[in-house]
Each structure stands twice: as C-alpha cells, then as structure tokens.
Nanobody, 121 residues
Framework: VQLQASGGGLVQAGGSLRLSCKAS????????MGWYRQAPGNQRALVAR???????KYADSVKGRFTISRDSSGNTVYLEMNSLKPEDTAVYYC????????????????WGPGTLVTVSS
C-alpha cells in the first residue's frame, strides 16, 4: 500500500490549504489516519488524527484552525488548514495505522512521502 499526499504549496499568512492523502490500493482495515509535520530542526510531531470511529485529536497549536476528515470510503484523509501562520511551515506527512490485507495479523504504520507547506509572512 502506498500513501499519496497532495495539496501542499506556498500560501500567505492567513490563507488556507487543503491536504489530501489517498491510500492505493485500499486498506483492508484502518485504525487511525493522521497528519504529522516536521519543520527544519524539529522532530516530526502530530498535527491531527482521526480514528476509525470518527474521534479526532489535534495538536494544541492547530486547534480551531485545522480540521481533519475522511471520505465515506475511509480511503482518503483530508486536512483543511485555515488561518495559516508562518510557524505552520513544515513538511506534512500523512500516516495510517492499519492492515493492508487480511493476511496481516497486526496493524502496521504507513507513511506518505511528505508534502511541503510554506506560509509566508
């Protein structure tokens, strides 16, 4: 299974971007879908995640500005980013925790290649 992320780019402070991450082929089952980010010199950190039941968790720094969602098939996860700030500049990685096929007995971590978000002041 590969995760294909898109939607990154350059935006001015206060602007918006929408990231998408699609799994191909589709997962057999997914426990958690999420987005992490890594700025230069920093460790990769959670931005937002959504569980199979729909529960969500956000980093404090993005609460009220970012919204994570998924499509009805559960195959694509989105991150709507509003009121962007220069400190949101980072490479954003999508993450899935799940089973790619029925023969996998445990869930595994899957990462997308990352998409760069740059917010100018």
């Amino acid at each position: 299974v590969q995760l294909q992320a898109s939607g990154g780019g350059l935006v001015q402070a206060g602007g918006s971007l929408r990231l998408s991450c699609k799994a191909s082929p589709r997962f057999f089952s997914i426990l958690v879908m999420g987005w992490y980010r890594q700025a230069p010199g920093n460790q990769r950190a959670l931005v937002a995640r959504i569980g199979s039941g729909g529960s969500t968790k956000y980093a404090d720094s993005v609460k009220g500005r970012f919204t994570i969602s998924r499509d009805s098939s559960g195959n694509t996860v989105y991150l709507e980013m509003n009121s962007l700030k220069p400190e949101d500049t980072a490479v954003y990685y999508c993450h899935h925790l799940g089973r790619s096929s029925s023969w996998q007995s445990v869930a595994n971590d899957y990462w997308g290649p990352g998409t760069l978000v740059t917010v100018s002041s």
